[in-house]
């Protein structure tokens, strides 16, 4: 576990406390698989080297930097889980706050989550097209209801007309119409009748149920929505952990360093070391204060990064408030692939929502298969006031009630139009069954891949923790070596930068072990949010740690 500094560092004094490290072999308890590394540049040092080689009396050697000290951790108490410790929040404050004078804004992982969920854009997206394929969805079911029109026309006539046995002759009228249903002059039904359902018959009994589905795939688009951002959250999360603890990793070396380069130069100045040792040392202090750098510039673009995915202002710098990096387990080691692709199969939001698609188009099918064998419903019903009489006079006015109801069957293009519908309609049920096998094929690649990194990278965690020993080891006793005077310092710098690479690797390991974590997680259909939830509802802020 690497950890930057917490409150319980702040009884060291004002000297800075760099980077802790975790390692399974330091473990002082039977019941903690991890342990803690503290490099510290004050406080008691029972291995600290109080003497160098030989030099003139006139020029003082400085002492070597303290040793590597391991520490036994503070008990579980004192950063109780799910809690803000905002003595590191304060600490990654200076880190990261006075890089660009940018306001710093603390963080947890579930707080990223949270907000991923309300904020997020393609969450809110697909929240719309659900409202708008349930606004579909009652649109479809209203095909069976009429229409309802209501208003009035006049109608004058002056001059020829003919009669309905042939005879043309001149005639001067007018009549008025008003109430539900309006456009008549005469004998006629109103051609816009006051209540009118026009519809064919196979869409009101298909549409809807093709709607449904469309509406629960729309549904189910929104639940996988949900669970990509919740894992662009988690993930964007570790990348800014990655960064921030790159950071305190970097200052660590860059401490060892400084205080070799101290050592060094005193060694120079009495002869007794190389100037081209001064300044190998001086190009590796450059090389670690770009690197320090870097990492804060790292640590500010994951930062927007994650602001993105949060919808949060960019001007922001986000900190994790979380004082340490663990591995977590959120699905438990030693399940079979077999049995993890099944549930990738059975709890994927995608494979559901395309399914709902193949059965809506195959509701689409049914609908052109019975479409010139169910016939089209035209229904007119009106009452009105209608009154008229001869040259400009409106009278004999009275109430007036007209029904009409039609059906007919069609036959497009003498039924090769049917046929061609039915066969475009066969294609969409085809194609859609294609995307939902592909989408099969999709998840159990993933499931796999993800199983695979989580199982290897816990192998590299374990790896890296003999690396981190090994190199604490050589750092010192190399300085045991100059304190015995039997060695020169330049001969610590292969050992400090052997200490970079594996504090390094060990937090590359383990944050990406955590990254195929939330990503088995979500291959499995379960977002990241739901495994930080169970596990506050079960008293921590945290996953599992194995």
Known sequence: MIRMRTAWTAALGPTRV????????????????????RIATSGPQPSRVSSAPPAPTATPVPRPPPA??????PPAEAVPPGRPNMAYATEAERILGTTFGRNVFPIDLPTALALADVNNPQIALAREQVRQATARVDAADALWLPSLRIGANYNKHEGAIQNIDGTVFDDSRAAFNTGAGVGTAGAQSPPFPGLYANFRLGDALFQPLAARQFARSQRLAATAARNNTSL??????????????????????LGHDQELAKIINAYART???????????????????ISVARSREDAHVASSRLAQVLRLDPTLVLVPIEPAILPIALVPEG??????????????????????????????????????????????????????????????????????????WNVRNLGKGERAERDVARSDVRQADIRRVAVMDRIGREVAEASVRVHARRQQIELAKVGLRAARDSLRLNFERIKAAQGLPIEVLQSIQALALAEQEYLRTVIDYNAAQFS?????????????????????????RP
Not at 378 to 384: E, K, L, N, P, R
Not at 523 to 542: D, I, T
């Open 335 to 408: 399940t079979p692939l077999a049995e993890l692709v099944s549930q990738g199969l059975m709890n994927r939001p995608e494979l559901a929502q395309h399914r709902a698609l193949v059965a809506a188009a195959v509701e689409r099918l049914k609908q052109e298969r019975y479409a010139s064998t169910l016939p089209t419903i035209v229904m007119g019903t009106s009452y009105t006031g209608f009154g008229g009489d001869m040259g400009r006079q409106i009278s004999n006015f009275g109430d007036r009630f007209d029904a009409d109801i039609i059906a007919f």
């Open 520 to 544: 088995l997680h979500w291959a499995l259909g379960q977002p990241a949010a739901a495994a930080v939830r169970s596990a506050a509802a079960q008293g921590g802020g945290h996953p599992a």
């Open 18 to 37: 760099l980077l802790h490290v975790a390692t399974l072999a330091l473990c002082a308890a039977p019941s903690r698989t991890q342990a803690q590394l």
């Open 271 to 289: 002869g007794q070391g190389l100037l081209s040792d001064a300044e190998r040392v001086q190009a590796d202090l450059v090389v670690r204060q």
């Open 68 to 73: 590597i000290t391991p520490v036994l951790p």
């Open 232 to 253: 662009d959250a988690a993930l964007g999360y570790l990348e800014l952990m990655r960064a921030v603890q790159g950071i305190a990793v970097n200052e660590n070396v």
